[in-house]
Structure formats: C-alpha cells, structure tokens
C-alpha cells in the first residue's frame, strides 16, 4: 500500500471515528459525558493545581503520594495520615467552601429527575428508561460552592510548580 492510500485509509478511520463519536454523544449519555471529557482542554494550570499546592504546602500531601509506603507498618502509615489529614483539611476549610451534591444520607431511598445533571449525579447498575430514577443513595457527592485561592507564581520556564525545593543554607 502507498504512503498516499495510506493516509486516505487514516483520513477514513478518522472519519468513521468522529460518525460514531457522534452518535455514540448523541445516544448514549454515559459516553457523551467522556467525550466531554476527552475533548475538554487539558487543564495544566488553574485551580485544580492550585488546590493541588495548597494540599502539598499545609499537608504535604504530593510528598505522601509520591511515597512508596508498602514497607511501613499500618501504625506508622496512620501516624503519617493523621498528620496530613489534618493539613489539608485546614487549606480545604480556608480556601474551599465543600457541600453535598444531594443532601439525603448515604443509604437513602432518592429520586433523580430525568432532566438530572450528568456532572453532578452518576447513575449505577441498570439503567433504562428516561425517568425519573429511583435508587440508593451511595455516595452524596461533593461539590465546591466557592472557592478562595491565592495565586500561584509564574516560573521562569513557564511550568508550574506545586511546591517549591527548600534549600537550608548553612
């Protein structure tokens, strides 16, 4: 096959792939929130990082997660988690101000409207139909009313940094 029908193949996958993204967005709500997804920019800077820093300086939740902790034992883990639970719940409570997405409590009997936001309620099991819904509540969810952050500084380079080297001078 040539380099020219080669690329006329991709052009046609290509092709068929946006048919059936189309269709698969426009049918199937479950993919249509991924393909938001997918689509949507990627976020590299902004709050979300921001937030991020905020854990890492009050918590040091990065240093935490970027730690192999399989070697230490369960009391020693916990020890360490107390710590950085109570740091990042301090940055959460001054900067972000977190509420339930639905206010009953989790093992409810709920109702969901069938024009629900896809964002803020996920459906599990078996879904049919167009609603409303009934189910169990298992998770009341979390969303952010307001948010409060500091900005982050500019680097050199342009990249972002969550949390700046320390170095002691001696």
Not at 45 to 60: C, F, H, S, T, V
Not at 61 to 87: K, N, P, T, W
Not at 153 to 159: A, H, K, N, Y
Request: aromatic share 6%.
């Amino acid at each position: 096959m040539s380099e020219v029908e080669c690329r006329g193949r991709a052009r046609l996958n290509r092709f068929m792939l946006s048919l059936r993204a189309f269709w698969d967005a426009l049918t199937d709500r479950e993919r249509a929130e991924r393909i938001q997804i997918a689509l949507g920019p990627p976020s590299a800077e902004g709050p979300d990082l921001r937030i991020l820093a905020l854990m890492q300086r009050d918590g040091r939740l990065i240093d935490f997660l970027q730690e192999e902790i399989d070697g230490y034992s369960d009391d020693q883990v916990g020890a360490a988690v107390r710590d950085i639970h109570r740091g990042c719940r301090k940055a959460m409570a001054e900067y972000l101000t977190v509420e339930k997405v639905l206010p009953q409590d989790e093992g409810a009997p709920v109702s969901v409207e069938p024009d629900f936001d896809p964002a803020a309620v996920r459906l599990l099991g078996n879904v049919s139909g167009a609603g409303p819904f009934r189910g169990t509540l298992k998770h009341h969810g979390w969303r952010v009313s307001s948010a409060r952050l500091p900005a982050t500084p500019s680097t050199r380079d342009g990249s972002t940094v969550l949390a700046p080297a320390e170095v002691e001078l001696s």
